[in-house]
C-alpha cells in the first residue's frame, strides 16, 4: 500500500458533496460495501418528475428525476432509480433498479446502467454497459465499453491487492472508477476492478493495415510514462 489506503472511499473520492447518496459511505471500510448500503437508502415514496421525459420514454416502479434533466425518446427507467438536476439520458438508454445518478450526468444512447452510483458530473457514452458500479465525480466511460459484474463460475467477487485478497460479499459488482478518470472505447474490464482516481486506460491501434494480411491483437497492459 502506498500513502492512502487504496480500498477506502477516500482513496477514489475526494468531493463527497457530489454523491447523490453519501450516507452509503458513512461508517465503511471498503469502497465497494457502498453497493449493498445503498439499497436500504434509496427512499422513494412515489414517482417525482421534475424534469422533461419524451412521450416514448418508459417508467415503472418508483423513479424521482430532477429539473433541468432531459430523457430522450425510447429511454426506459425501472425503478426505484433516483436522477439528479440537468442530466441527460439520451434515446434509448436503459436505467435499471438500484442506480442513483447525480447532477449534471449524462447516460449516452443505447447505453445501459445497473444498480449503480454515479457521482455529479459523471458520463457514459452510447452503448455502453455499467453494471452494479460506482463512477466518481467527472469519471468518463467512453463508447462500447463493458463494465463485467458477474463471474460465471458462480461465486463471490473477489478483489486482489498488493498480494492480498478480499471476499466483497457480493455476488455481483463491477467497477469503481475514481473521481475524474477516463476510460477509452471498447474496452471490457473484469468484475471488481478497481480504477485510481484520474486514471486514463485505452488501447492504441496502428492507423495503417497493409492489405491483405490477418493480424492479431494482443492485449498488453503498461504504464505509460
Not at 27 to 48: C, G, M, N, Q
Not at 53 to 81: L, N
Not at 139 to 161: D, F, P, S
Request: with cysteine.
Amino acid at each position: 500500500m502506498k500513502n492512502m489506503n487504496e480500498l477506502e472511499p477516500s482513496y477514489y473520492f475526494k468531493d463527497m458533496e457530489a454523491c447523490p447518496l453519501p450516507e452509503a459511505f458513512r461508517d465503511i471500510v471498503f469502497v465497494w460495501e457502498a453497493l449493498a448500503k445503498k439499497d436500504s437508502l434509496i427512499k422513494i415514496p412515489y414517482t417525482v418528475n421534475n424534469g422533461k421525459i419524451a412521450s416514448t420514454v418508459k417508467m415503472e416502479g418508483k423513479v424521482k428525476i430532477g429539473k433541468g434533466t432531459v430523457v430522450d425518446h425510447f429511454a426506459k427507467i425501472e425503478g426505484p432509480v433516483i436522477i439528479g438536476e440537468n442530466c441527460t439520458i439520451k434515446k434509448g438508454a436503459y436505467i435499471r433498479p438500484g442506480t442513483v445518478i447525480g447532477s449534471n450526468c449524462s447516460v449516452g444512447h443505447n447505453s445501459e446502467v445497473k444498480n449503480s452510483i454515479l457521482f455529479d458530473s459523471a458520463h457514459i457514452s452510447e452503448k455502453s454497459y455499467v453494471g452494479d458500479s460506482i463512477l466518481g465525480k467527472g469519471a468518463w466511460v467512453a463508447t462500447g465499453v463493458t463494465l463485467g459484474n458477474y463471474k460465471l463460475r458462480e461465486k463471490n467477487i473477489r478483489v486482489t491487492m498488493a498480494g492480498k485478497t478480499y471476499d466483497t460479499g457480493l455476488r455481483k459488482m463491477g467497477c469503481i472508477i475514481g473521481d475524474g478518470a477516463k476510460i477509452g472505447n471498447n474496452l471490457a474490464f473484469n468484475p471488481g476492478t478497481l480504477i485510481g482516481p484520474g486514471a486514463v486506460i485505452y488501447t492504441k491501434m496502428p492507423s495503417f493495415f497493409e492489405a491483405g494480411k490477418v493480424f492479431e491483437v494482443e492485449q498488453e497492459i503498461k504504464e505509460k510514462k
